[in-house]
């Protein structure tokens, strides 16, 4: 069983930066595919990006050239380092993984991933 937690939300100025953690345990998350999620008052949750087990990365078209996500396999922590950080940014964020690395974005679009974190709250203020 995986265990996801996440932290490093808060409230941020527009222009400014966050980095979101997900600390992960209970199983070899390295191989899984893992993403970030976010969840807007009265909108529906949408996948904002995604790592491969080899490190490569797909984002949504919002956040693309803003964020970046990232693992460190030492710290079993998956990243996602937020700049330029928008009002519309404001959301509950997620991590999630799932053992089945192939198609990892379209699993991601589809919010097809096993395991899920609790959230973390980010507001980005103008």
């Known amino acids: 069983q995986v265990q996801l937690v996440e932290s490093g939300g808060g409230s941020v100025q527009a222009g400014g930066s966050l980095k979101l953690s997900c600390a992960a345990s209970?199983?070899?998350?390295?191989?899984?595919?893992m993403a970030w999620f976010r969840q807007a008052p009265g909108k529906v949750r949408e996948g904002v990006a995604a790592t491969d087990s080899d490190g490569s990365t797909n984002y949504a078209d919002s956040v693309k050239g803003r964020f970046t996500i990232y693992k460190d396999n030492v710290k079993n922590t998956l990243y996602l380092q937020m700049n330029s950080v928008k009002p519309e940014d404001t959301a509950m964020y997620f991590c999630a993984a799932d053992p089945r690395v192939p198609a990892c974005w379209q699993r991601t679009k589809n919010q097809e991933l096993k395991h899920w974190g609790q959230g973390t709250q980010v507001t980005v203020s103008s």
């Open positions: 209970g199983s070899t998350y390295i191989s899984y595919c």
